[in-house]
């Protein structure tokens, strides 16, 4: 394909009550060239004068591929004209370069209040659709722009709420009122380019993810439009998890650092955040409320979380060092307690975890751990096995998953690591979404020191979760890097997206 192509442009005139109205909707395809890239139609009215309107990314097509779209509306008034007719073409700039779809230099039309127009070669094509549910909804809307209406026989969606295992059909309705509507307001272009507007409903109630695909029966043969091969998805937010060790106020240009902890938290909208080696002043062992590190990052998020913290022992001999959850959602219930066999606050090796239940919008009740584990010559194995008991103890029918988070100071192949994934209870989920099917395959490196460990991968943070959980990780991406908000820590975070199986 061309690096940006437009599907459809809709010219849509309202006349309601409260005045008359002209809607412009464009919708491409655009190749994945770069992650920075803007895309733009030019465009002008009846006025002949050339506006630019910038395109907003929709979702994913495939790993090179995004849909893109651009809406605007215009309401008459005494001092403003509608645009009317259009001519106009697609721009799209990215790494240096520039693109354009301007229908091979002619620019493309569209009639005022002329309905949708089909550019590319389909005989059937999904028009505004959305990209993802809404809370709280319950019904999606339908809308296919089929060409030669007059020979279509039906069209329905073929979909699913569980991953295929079971198939709904549901068939779609020809507007004729609304052509007719379109036809009587608009004497310039009552033909409507041949394309005819089907329409239906799929109730999905309280569904997390919606699966379709469009076929259109017309003589005899069969027109499909299943998203190149995709199908199209909508789903629900997915369980955003991010988990981060603090370093116990050991950064330079500390406070400037929990505001970009905070603000990363912000833009990327986690809702659980697991921190380790949460800090506040050791104060006679008193502690310092005012001075805990999870509750500053915590004041400064848009919203303040719920926050569940606790501290395990004396650190860098000024510090109550502990570990915390925060959650967008409230804590259904919520504990602690040493996992290490010492609970001494003056040693290193007394380790606590925190634990918090808390119940997702549409994917239900999640148990989270935040730890902070000792190395494997420290008493990792001991810890880890007392960690499972815990979290097994803590399972019923009721809970979807359990996700074991943190810092488990066992790097990635080593000794530790092989017990918690040979175990076959647990899964690296950073590894489960960037290498798929290889838990069981371990890379060396040229290196004594690291021979045993995964090639490249000298991680020490994970989420692990349960095999038996009705979960699965969708994607996980490495956060608080020099490309992103800069280094917070003598770790990295690790920012992943949960969703259900089905």
Known sequence: ??????????????????????????????????????????????????????????????????????????????????????????????????????????????????????????????????????????????????????????????????????????????????????????????????????????????????????????????????NYGNNYSLSREPLKMLILNLHCYQEDNQDYKFSQIAKAINDLDADVVCFQEVAELWNGGAGDWQSNSAKIINDRLAAPYYLHTDWSHLGFDKYREGVAILSKYPFITQDAKYVSDSDDVYSIHSRKVVMAQVKVPYIGRVNVFSAHLSWWEDGFADQFHRLCEWADSKQSSQVRTTLLCGDFNIAAGSTGYHLVVDGHEYEDQYLAANSQGVFEKIFRVNDPHWQNYLSDDYRIDYIFLNKTGELQVASARVLFTEQDYGRVSDHCGYFMVFEPKT
Not at 10 to 26: A, C, D, M, P, Y
Not at 77 to 105: H, K, M, V
Not at 145 to 172: E, F, G, I, L, S
């Open 1 to 226: 394909m061309n690096k940006i192509e437009l599907l459809y442009v809709e010219n849509v005139i309202t006349r309601k009550k409260t005045g008359v109205q002209q809607t412009l909707s464009f919708f491409m395809q655009a190749a994945n060239v770069s992650y920075d890239k803007q895309i733009d139609v030019v465009w002008s009215g009846e006025d002949g004068v050339w506006q630019t309107l910038p395109a907003n990314y929709h979702c994913r097509l495939e790993h090179d591929k995004e849909y893109w779209q651009a809406r605007m509306q215009f309401q008459l008034t005494a001092e403003q004209s509608l645009p009317g007719n259009i001519r106009f073409g697609l721009r799209y700039r990215a790494a240096n370069a520039e693109y354009w779809d301007n229908n091979n230099g002619s620019n493309y039309s569209s009639q005022a209040d002329s309905g949708v127009m089909v550019a590319c070669a389909a005989p059937v094509l999904n028009i505004d659709f959305a990209s993802k549910l809404d809370d709280g909804q319950k019904n999606v809307p339908i809308t296919v722009a089929v060409d030669k209406y007059n020979d279509a026989d039906k069209v329905t969606v073929h979909w699913t709420t569980d991953n295929w295992r079971h198939t709904r059909k549901t068939p779609c309705h020809f507007k004729r009122d609304y052509w007719d509507k379109v036809a009587l307001s608009n004497a310039r272009n009552p033909n409507q380019y041949g394309v005819a507007i089907w329409k239906s409903w799929l109730r999905i109630g309280a569904a997390f993810r919606v699966q379709y695909s469009i076929c259109v029966e017309r003589d005899g043969q069969v027109f499909w439009d299943n």
